[in-house]
């Protein structure tokens, strides 16, 4: 599978990721927390049962402390995740998960000792306004409270994404931390699952999540992070809020707005002001 591709793959995996829980929800047919523990429990098992019918699965793991954050790290991002979207649309609350996400890795981008030449400044100003015009007062905007909660989600994912680009093989490292944040899910499971919330359409839409737009497309994305820069997988991942605005419109009959599909289109013109521009280093 080339690049693109790959990368394609991964972008629409995470578009449905945002999918599957704002659909989940907005059904009521789960809450949050179940949600989450569900989403993280079935894709360690599938990626478990892969590693092991493979023979690639190792114990080391458990104590190795790049796995232990990396664990944290997605666990913090998947119950974020689930509780921000019960206040969200699907486009929205991905719009402020990956623009928090570009943030949190241009940051890093540039205190790792990459320079920024005009162009890129000029992209990433033109991408962050998209998201300045989305927070305006409006009738669209979105709650504060889960906006701030979808911001930590992104700080989550954005370091999930920098500890992959140190890992090993990306089966492995993608397995390592769902066991992991599956430990911890586990562990404070008392406050997350609600049996009296679950049907069995919220379990079906959170096992989509967790087997197939997580599992296996973390695996992909982690192969294709590995291989691009970190300016350029910030950038990248902002294509995926125009795609969950398409999907929570057929899917779920959410209204786009006007502010929405010009900060739709500020984001998607910023990224191809990255990718024109010359790297400096």
Not at 22 to 34: K, M, V
Not at 133 to 159: E, F, N
Request: glycine share 8%.
């Amino acid at each position: 599978m080339s690049h693109s591709v790959s990368l394609l793959v991964a972008l629409f995996a995470f578009a449905a990721n945002s999918f599957f829980c704002r659909f989940a929800l907005a059904e009521q047919s789960i809450d949050p927390g179940s949600f989450t523990l569900i989403r993280l429990l079935s894709g360690a098992v599938t990626l478990v049962v892969i590693m092991v019918a493979k023979r690639q699965l190792e114990r080391s793991f458990l104590t190795d402390k790049l796995s232990w954050w990396s664990g944290i790290a997605l666990f913090g991002y998947a119950v974020t995740f689930s509780f921000a979207y019960t206040q969200l649309t699907t486009g929205t609350g991905a719009l402020i998960l990956f623009g928090m996400v570009q943030l949190t890795l241009v940051a890093f981008h540039v205190y790792s000792g990459h320079r920024l030449n005009r162009i890129e400044w000029l992209g990433i100003a033109t991408a962050l306004s998209g998201f300045v015009l989305l927070m305006l007062p409006s009738a669209q905007t979105p709650s504060l409270t889960a906006a701030i909660i979808m911001l930590l989600s992104g700080i989550g994912w954005a370091i999930f994404t920098l500890l992959g680009r140190r890992g090993g093989a990306p089966a492995k490292a993608i397995t390592h931390g769902f066991v992991l944040a599956s430990v911890i899910a586990l562990c404070v499971s008392p406050w997350l699952f609600s049996s009296q919330s679950i049907t069995v359409q919220g379990v079906g839409w959170a096992l989509l999540s967790g087997i197939f737009a997580s599992g296996f497309g973390y695996i992909v994305w982690y192969q294709v992070v590995k291989r691009i820069s970190v300016l350029q997988a910030s950038i990248a991942q902002l294509a995926v809020p125009v795609i969950a605005f398409a999907a929570g419109s057929i899917g779920l009959a959410e209204s786009i707005s006007l502010p929405a599909i010009i900060s739709s289109l500020l984001v998607l013109g910023g990224i191809a002001m990255i990718f024109v521009a010359k790297p400096q280093t």
